[in-house]
């Protein structure tokens, strides 16, 4: 059984999300590749789909004159919105008649904004198709989430955006063999009502990940690696960027400045910090990826705070469970579907700074009673990555079936 992975970006969530499933699935012996724009790295069976500019068209672009598709869909927002991205069903790429995708038995989509056309692709596949849900931009038209659709009403993005679900649907119209997997229920249920993939079958499968590289390590240890304080309270925002509204760290800003903490507790920060200054309250660690750094850093905080306003199945809450790390989050999305247990975590009662801090003060009020054994166990039985890959196996066998 051939499977080829197709993501534009080789780094991000979704990246991250869908190379582990594809190592997964090469450790259980499957013949899994994986097509991108982004670096490969040297990853296993990664390969790296190049898209060559000419002199020309780069010169006529800053001329105002552009000539590629990718071009051409870049000034159609150059007026710019209140959006995190905005992204195209349309791309210059005929990854169709790539020899892994023509020679796959299995074609598995993941995060394939301004990477794949839709009016191409679908025409020419006929194929077992699976796709893999990492955000709301499949079954809607440029934006991918819901709040930066809800922030351009009445605007010429939203009118585009439209124009783009007409677009995908008509594209996807003729596909017959296509299934739609999500990793959290929240994303399957609001895609199983959308106008573009309703009428497909959906799958629950939730992300998995490597829990012999995230697991717990003793904590002293791991703070000594971070230079972090020994006797404080430390918990911990983790986010590629932290400018990123969607993610919070606005909301948790207002939290630790609303409110009087006691001495002992310090709060972190990781990720990008875009220029944004940060108060003596914060200590910033800057941005990390390292899958060797991470798991020592969950292990040196008493808890990780997740405050996004919208979200999937965080790969950050995700890695936390597995290194035995208690959740502070909102009841939204993904997060609200795992932290459903105070023995895992805390959610607040609703989104905002307020809810926020009551449900930190409520985890502190009781950091001494979680059980950092029993969470990396539920950790490793809820997010194995030979248990998603298997489980992918299932699907692919009975759909070739």
């Known amino acids: 059984m051939k499977v080829v992975h197709i993501n534009t970006l080789a780094t991000s969530g979704a990246a991250i999300a869908a190379l582990r499933l594809h190592q997964g699935l090469l450790d259980l012996g499957v013949d899994s590749s994986f097509l991108t724009l982004g670096n490969a790295d040297k990853r296993t069976k990664v390969v790296t789909v190049y898209r060559p500019l000419s002199y020309l068209a780069r010169v006529l672009n800053r001329l105002g004159l552009p000539l590629t598709v990718e071009q051409k869909n870049a000034a159609k927002i150059r007026a710019g919105g209140d959006y995190e991205i905005f992204t195209f069903p349309t791309s210059s790429i005929d990854l169709a008649n790539h020899p892994l995708v023509k020679s796959a038995d299995i074609i598995h989509l993941h995060w394939v904004a301004n990477f794949l056309d839709y009016p191409t692709f679908f025409r020419t596949i006929n194929k077992p198709i699976v796709w893999t849900l990492h955000d709301m931009n499949p079954f809607q038209g440029g934006f991918h989430y819901q709040a930066d659709m809800d922030r351009n009403k009445n605007t010429s993005l939203r009118r ?13 119209q003729a596909c017959e063999n296509l299934h739609v997997v999500s990793p959290s229920q929240w994303l399957m249920e609001a895609s199983q009502r959308s106008e573009i993939l309703g009428r497909f079958p959906h799958y629950h499968i939730p992300y998995g990940m490597d829990t012999s590289s995230y697991k717990p ?164 039985r809820s997010f194995g990555l030979l248990r998603q890959g298997q489980r992918y196996i299932d699907l692919y066998e009975a759909l070739l079936k």
């Open 160 to 172: 585009l955006d439209r124009k783009l679900v007409l677009q995908k649907q008509q594209a996807i």
């Open 217 to 380: 390590y003793e904590q002293q240890l791991a703070r000594d690696v971070f230079k972090l304080p020994l006797n404080k309270r430390l918990l911990l925002f983790v986010s590629d960027h932290v400018s990123n509204k969607r993610k919070g760290f606005d909301l948790l800003e207002t939290a630790i400045h609303g409110s009087s903490w006691e001495d002992d507790i310090v709060f972190c920060a990781v990720g990008h910090s875009d220029g944004q200054s940060f108060s003596d309250k914060i200590i910033h660690l800057g941005h990390i990826s390292d899958d060797r750094l991470m798991p020592l850093l969950y292990s040196a905080v008493d808890a990780v705070i997740i405050p996004s306003r919208e979200d999937n199945l965080p790969n950050v809450m995700i890695e936390a469970l597995a290194c035995g790390t208690p959740v502070i989050g909102f009841p939204i999305g993904g997060i609200k579907e795992v932290v459903g247990s105070d023995d895992i975590g805390v959610l607040s009662k609703e989104v905002g700074a307020k809810a926020l801090s009551l449900a930190i003060q409520a985890f502190l009020d009781r950091s001494d009673k979680f059980d950092r054994q029993f969470i990396r166990e539920f950790g490793e």
